[in-house]
Structure formats: C-alpha cells, structure tokens
C-alpha cells in the first residue's frame, strides 16, 4: 500500500511513521529544517508506549512521489484550498484522501439524504474551493484523538491516545476504509471503521471548539482552564451550544459535557495545536473549529450567545496574527525566549 503523508507535521509524520512501522510504502511531504532533518534522522517518535524512529521516504515535491493508494493529510485546514497543485501529482485513478482535521470537515453534507444533502458550509468550503482541490468523492473522514507535538524538527513528542477513527461521508463501510483501517492497526494505531462518523466529529469538536480557542485566548492548558471556575462555566456554555447544533443537524453525541469537561482536566497541562500556532505566531485553525459552527447555528436557528462571542474575539486575534508584520515579531519574540527557556 503506497501512502503520501501531505503535511508531515506533528499529526501527519506521527501516522507516518507508525504505518511505516506497520510495513506501508510511506512517503512523508515536509518543508525548511523538518524535512531536512526526516532525510537525514528519520522521524523519531517520543512516546510513554515506546520510543521508536521509522525511516520512511521524505521530500518536498509530490512529483517525485506519483499516484499513490491514499493521500493523509495532515496541513492545517486553512492549507487545504491551496494543496490542489501538491495533491494532483499524487492521484491515480482511485486516490482516496484522508482528512486527518480538527471540526467541520468540507464534506460534511455530501452523500446525505434530505434537503441537506450536499450543502456546502460556507466557512470551511469559500466558494467550493476546497472541494475543487480536493472532490469530495475522494474524502474519507478521519477524527484524531492522539495529541502530537513537533519537540524538535524530525521529533514527534507522543502525548497521548492513539486513536483515528474513519469513515465513508456516505455511510457505506467501503474496502478502502477497511484496508487503511488494517494499515493503521499494523503500525499499532487504534483506527476504528465507522458507518457515521459525524457522531465522532461532533463529540471531538465539543473539546476543540472550546478548549482551543479558550486555550490561545488566554495562554492556558486545558486543565487550567477547567479548573478556574468562571472559565469552566464558559467552557461549559460552549459545549451546551454546540451539542444544540448538532442536535438540530440530527446527532446526538453519547457523551454529556461533565464526562468531556473530565476528560478534558484529566488531560492535564496540554496545550492545543491552537496554542502552539499562536506562540509561534501562526494564524489560528479556526474555521474549521468554531466559525462553522456559528454558521450551522445560524442555519438551524439554534442561539449560540457564548460561541458567537469567543469567535468574534479569537477572529479579531487571527487577523492580527495574519497581518505578517506581528506575526514575525511574535515569531522573534518567541525565539528570543527559547534559550532563556532551555536554560
Ligand atoms: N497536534 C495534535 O495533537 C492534533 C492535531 N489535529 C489536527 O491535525 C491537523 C494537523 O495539525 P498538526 O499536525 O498539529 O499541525 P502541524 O502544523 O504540526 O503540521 C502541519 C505540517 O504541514 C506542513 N506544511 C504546510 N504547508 C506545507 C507545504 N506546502 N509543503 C510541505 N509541508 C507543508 C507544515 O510545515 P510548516 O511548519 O513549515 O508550516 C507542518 O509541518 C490539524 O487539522 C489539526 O486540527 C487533530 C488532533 C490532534
Ligand atoms: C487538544 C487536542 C490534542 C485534543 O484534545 C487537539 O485536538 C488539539 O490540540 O487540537
């Protein structure tokens, strides 16, 4: 089985490296001082499961690659309507893609039933240029529940979980699931085949929509932000929100927000993948993660009060973050503290 991991950063080189282990033909896409150091090294995977290193190929030109049997793609969300010149190179005739994201994926609607089928969220799809770069027959969903980090270029540091669970937009069990699900096992990753997988992207999402804008906002962990009281009140007005709009859309995540707000402190001092971009100065993923949702709400008629307001303030942030000039003077700032950290 030939695999392109499109992305190879924290999530992307960390699958990579374990279905390299599981005996797949691994490519890893990675760019500057990463990539030099997955050529030279490999990537060395830090874990409480077991350090291990894996040796896959790796590049930055997809042409080198050519069609393989499944594209993994691990950019961040907002990368995802400009990756149509990476990903042509890599797609044969029955190339599936495999969205490793965080929130509303571009697909959501497509192969359902009723007056939704095939809506397009306008916030993670602008225009259908997603789905341009990347035709939704070929998505295969994924939610993550492994928590990654880049320690240092070539070394992935392990934080817990190891569980991607995939699924058809269609809700058929395709062999193309069960076979990457198989690959996914080989390497010693949980990789579950769901009939429905919004169920899981929703019950995923009531952590991320809280927890990684709170999180940058506010320069905390998830464990201080549920141990603050009036914070894990708002934390838990969020996921109220957000269990009403899935609600309306017809699911019903199996999970009350006390035992997600648990998990959440039990995750301890863990900074999200939002923290981390913002410290390096990075525009946030938040699209994806809770602008949609304030667009589905809007859609269903559902009032999201508090959801609305953490999105206007974190947008309000992303756009300074976007503006290039703060952006390099945070990434300065933040390199002129890391020696001051190491010692
Ligand atoms: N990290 C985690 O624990 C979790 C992450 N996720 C989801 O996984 C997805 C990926 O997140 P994460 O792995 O944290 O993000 P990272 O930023 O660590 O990984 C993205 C990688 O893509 C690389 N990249 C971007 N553009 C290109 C390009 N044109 N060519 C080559 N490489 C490129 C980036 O390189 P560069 O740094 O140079 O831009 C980076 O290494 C997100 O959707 C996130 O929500 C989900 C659950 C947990
Ligand atoms: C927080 C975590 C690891 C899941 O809880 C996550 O999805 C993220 O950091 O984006």
Redesign the pocket.
Known sequence: MRIAIL??????AYAGAALHRGGADVHL????P?LEALRADGVRVLSDRGDFTARPNAT?DPREIGPVDFVFL????Q?YAACGP?LRPLMGPHTAVVA????IPWWYFHGLAGPLADHRVHTVDPGGSVSRAIPVERAIGCV?Y?????EAPGVIRH?EGTRFSIGEPDRTISRRCTDLSEAMVAGGLKCPVERDLREDIWVKLMGNITFNPLSALTRSTMAQICRDRSSRELARSMMNETLDVAARLGVDPTISVERRLAGAERAGDHRT?TL?DVERGRPM?LDVILTAVVELADMVGAAVPTLRTVDSVARLLNARLTDGSVAERMTAAAAAAAPARAA
């Open positions: 992305g190879a950063g924290a999530i992307g896409i990675a760019r500057g990463h930055n691990g950019l961040k969300a990368h990476m490793a994201q965080n929130g993550v492994a928590a990654t980090e880049i934080l993948s981390h993923e």
